[in-house]
């Protein structure tokens, strides 16, 4: 068994240099997709080299407890917390938190998840041990919320709500590539719906680490589209991995408000937020209202194509050998830091079946960062496997099963 470990490499100054030269190159500006309202084109920022030292640590505020909730009537609708984010920013952390904390709430969770997920996503979710009770899990398989299973959507939630004695609140959380407009019209406007859940609000969490290389690519190569559309629909952001910052936090806040000037901004490590700050927000009751229809008469209007940004692609890798931990190790870090082929991943997660381990350990990479852990012990009935979703640009299937093929030992 090895304990916890969370690597990440120096990034190489010539990618960043690269990434400079094509911003003054192109003095274009960036076509947003968000109403002039909620947006003014932030200036080019410098992007400041935040990897070169370790961080420092950055002082959050106290935590204050969570008062208990108030138990709600059979007759209430249920209150949906949708929880979006791109890709590794953290949403199955905050998921896990809050199952895990002490509200007093009974938790139903949906988990949105690619074919190719399957069972993957769902290792990452820990029910919560003594803290909130998971009434009921629904994994919608076969694309994203977005775009293709918002009828499976509807029936889970339907569902769910027919057992509305046995749960206090719902969390949805969606793919790191959803656009939450479609899915926010089904949660706000569905009339079957209507009766039994209201959204209580959209909490988009953000990679403070990742964030900077997300802005610069958006502004001159409208990349990362999901990314910026999850943010214009936030009413709470959670700018989550201030612990891998050095600085500039409050340079990243201004970039928020500059696409949502209406969002609060929480600062996180590991999502671990006043739980007020996530239940009863009731963001969407009459006050709230136009704007959220403001924002969706927008986004339909944005032709499909630039909803989603379709050269990033999702494959999944398996194996059913045994594999040596150290290989596998040395396997990632030729992928994500060497960068030796033309692959460009943003993120890979599975389960690994280690030789001579009884543990499933479970892979988390977002970028140049990894991390892989024993999560809990195989049972007897699950077929050990491998199974890895990897999601990035320009992947080849057949390389990245073959190089995995040799951790085999
Ligand atoms: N250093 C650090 N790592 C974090 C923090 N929050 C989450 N992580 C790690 O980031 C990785 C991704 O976290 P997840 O919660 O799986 O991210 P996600 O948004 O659900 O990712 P997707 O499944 O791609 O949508 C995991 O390895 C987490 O342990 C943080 O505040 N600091």
Request: charged fraction near 25%.
């Amino acid at each position: 068994m090895i304990a916890k470990s969370t690597k990440h490499k120096k990034k190489e100054k010539k990618l960043k240099r690269e990434r400079k030269g094509e911003e003054s190159a192109d003095t274009r500006s960036s076509s947003r997709a968000f109403p002039p309202s909620r947006l003014s084109a932030p200036p080019p920022a410098a992007m400041e080299d935040d990897d070169d030292c370790p961080p420092l640590a950055v002082e959050l505020p106290p935590r204050v407890p969570s008062p208990p909730a108030p138990a709600p009537s059979d007759a209430s609708p249920v209150g949906v917390t949708v929880i979006t984010g791109y890709l590794g920013a953290g949403k199955s952390t905050l998921v896990n938190y809050i199952l895990n904390e002490q509200h007093g709430k009974r938790i139903a969770v949906i988990l949105n998840e690619f074919g190719e997920e399957i069972g993957v996503e769902r290792a990452m979710i820990n029910e919560g041990q003594g803290g909130a009770l998971v009434e009921e899990w629904v994994e919608l398989a076969n694309g994203c919320v977005c775009c293709s299973v918002k009828h499976s959507l509807v029936q889970a939630l339907e569902q769910l709500v027919q057992r509305k004695d046995r749960m206090d609140h719902i969390l949805l959380e969606t793919t790191g590539l959803a656009d939450p407009a479609p899915l926010v019209s089904v949660l706000w406007l569905d009339d079957q719906l209507e009766s039994s859940i209201r959204l209580d609000s959209i909490i988009t969490v953000i990679d403070a680490k990742n964030f900077r290389v997300q802005i610069d690519e958006h502004k001159n190569f409208s990349s990362f589209p999901e990314a910026f559309h999850q943010i214009a629909f936030a009413d709470v952001v959670i700018l989550n991995k201030i612990d891998l910052v050095k600085d500039n936090v409050e340079d990243l806040e201004k970039h928020i408000h500059d696409v949502n000037a209406l969002v609060t901004v929480v600062r996180s490590v590991r999502c671990q937020v006043d739980l007020n700050e996530v239940f009863n927000r009731q963001a969407y009751g009459a006050k709230n209202s136009s704007h959220l229809q403001e924002l969706l008469d927008y986004s339909k209007s944005i032709p499909p194509d630039r909803r989603h940004d379709n050269s990033i692609s999702t494959l999944c890798i398996y194996e059913q050998d045994p594999v040596n931990l150290a290989k596998v190790e040395s396997w990632l870090e030729d992928l994500l830091w060497e960068k030796k082929s033309t692959l460009d991943i943003y993120r890979c997660k599975g389960i690994l079946y280690i030789h001579d381990s009884d543990q499933v350990h479970t892979l988390q990479a977002v970028r140049e960062v990894y991390e892989v852990m024993p999560a809990r012990k195989w049972l007897e009935t699950e077929s050990r496997m491998n199974k890895i979703v990897v999601i990035g640009r320009n992947l080849d299937i057949n390389a990245l099963q073959d190089s995995f093929s040799g951790c085999k030992g």
